[in-house]
């Protein structure tokens, strides 16, 4: 009912009642997972969700799906040693856009041969400098204790850029961790931009040269580069050979989960996420 013109109104602001409230004590909270992404992968925010998006937290955050923030670090689409190293000194800008004073339980770096060439120890220092954050892993630290997981000795390779990097790659994983990288190939292109658009039946086709290439039956492949669009066809590709396919995308998201412990859903998501269950 309209209210007379003689009559004041009070201002709706001058209504609003303050109440109390209180904040969520951490163990109340979902898992927090922070994944650093490169200025020019396609992929990675993606299938991250595919792998561990669904998943559900045991112990912080009980029966809650785990909050992922993401914050992107400037580096070049041409991939060269130099222009991979020169990422270490850009942490620190990358890191303080993540909100400030959040804590982490885990924090992911986007990149698998930029963590060989800075060192993934260097990468957790610097991690851990800048953000409070409990474990920090990186593509090539989740596919190391990946295949360990699984008690592969034989592996399969297959990376998209220059062959400089996956040689080094592939001695790391031989020299420190007593692998042997039975067969391996390249796409040979240097731009992350056009990795991230090689199409899925590319690199089904590359896993079907590897596996004919190998002079041994293998015990897994591993397909090296966040930006390689590989979910679609892990499973494809499993039950074709029967042996189990990691992609640097799952090894990140797996290892991430295993740190967080969290319970994830394993429909579609390849061999690895079976283990131990």
Same mark, same amino acid.
């Given at each position: 009912?309209?209210q007379?013109?003689g009559?004041s109104?009070?201002?709706?602001i001058?209504?609003?009642?303050?109440?109390?409230?209180?904040?969520?004590?951490?163990?109340?909270?979902?898992?927090q997972?922070?994944?650093?992404?490169?200025?020019?992968?396609?992929?990675?925010?993606?299938e991250?969700?595919?792998?561990?998006?669904?998943?559900?937290?045991?112990?912080?955050?009980?029966?809650?799906?785990?909050?992922?923030?993401?914050?992107?670090?400037?580096?070049?689409d041409?991939?060269?040693?130099?222009?991979?190293?020169?990422?270490?000194?850009?942490? %620190?800008?990358?890191?303080?856009?993540?909100?400030?004073?959040? /804590?982490? !339980?885990?924090?992911?770096y986007? #990149? $698998? =041969?930029?963590?060989?060439?800075?060192g993934?120890?260097?990468?957790?220092?610097?991690?851990?400098?800048?953000?409070d954050?409990?474990?920090?892993?990186?593509?090539?630290?989740?596919?190391?204790?990946?295949?360990?997981s699984?008690?592969?000795?034989q592996i399969g390779?297959?990376?998209p850029?220059?062959?400089?990097?996956s040689?080094?790659m592939?001695?790391?994983?031989?020299?420190?961790?007593g692998?042997?990288?039975?067969?391996?190939?390249?796409?040979?292109?240097g731009?992350?931009s056009?990795v991230?658009?090689?199409?899925?039946?590319?690199?089904?086709? %590359?896993?079907?040269?590897?596996?004919?290439?190998?002079s041994? /039956?293998? !015990?897994?492949?591993?397909i090296? #580069? $966040? =930006?390689?669009?590989c979910?679609?066809?892990?499973?494809?590709?499993?039950?074709?050979?029967?042996?189990?396919?990691?992609s640097s995308?799952?090894?990140?998201?797996?290892d991430?989960?295993?740190?967080?412990?969290?319970d994830?859903?394993?429909a579609?998501?390849?061999r690895?996420f079976r283990?131990?269950?």
């Open positions: 009912m309209p007379s013109p009559k109104q009070t201002p709706l001058q209504k609003l009642a303050h109440l109390p409230f209180r904040t969520a004590s951490h163990d109340e909270t979902a898992a997972l922070g994944l650093i992404i490169l200025e020019t992968d396609l992929t990675i925010e993606a991250l969700r595919h792998f561990i998006g669904d998943s559900i937290g045991t112990k912080v955050g009980h029966g809650q799906k785990p909050t992922i923030l993401h914050s992107r670090i400037a580096c070049d041409e991939v060269t040693s130099e222009n991979l190293t020169a990422m270490s000194g850009r942490f %620190a800008e990358s890191l303080a856009l993540f909100p400030p004073g959040y /804590r982490f !339980d885990v924090v992911g986007g #990149c $698998t =041969s930029a963590s060989l060439l800075i993934e120890q260097t990468i957790q220092n610097i991690v851990k400098s800048h953000i954050v409990d474990h920090v892993t990186t593509p090539l630290t989740g596919v190391r204790r990946a295949l360990k699984i008690g592969a000795r390779y297959l990376a850029y220059i062959s400089e990097i040689f080094q592939c001695s790391l994983l031989e020299d420190e961790d692998l042997q990288i039975s067969a391996a190939a390249t796409f040979g292109e731009r992350d056009i991230g658009c090689i199409h899925p039946q590319s690199i089904l086709q %590359a896993i079907d040269a590897i596996v004919d290439q190998a041994t /039956r293998l !015990d897994a492949i591993f090296s #580069c $966040t =930006s390689l669009k979910a679609a066809i892990i499973e494809m590709a499993e039950v074709k050979y029967g042996i189990p396919v990691i995308n799952s090894a990140i998201a797996w991430m989960a295993r740190l967080a412990s969290l994830v859903p394993i579609g998501k390849g690895l283990q131990n269950r």
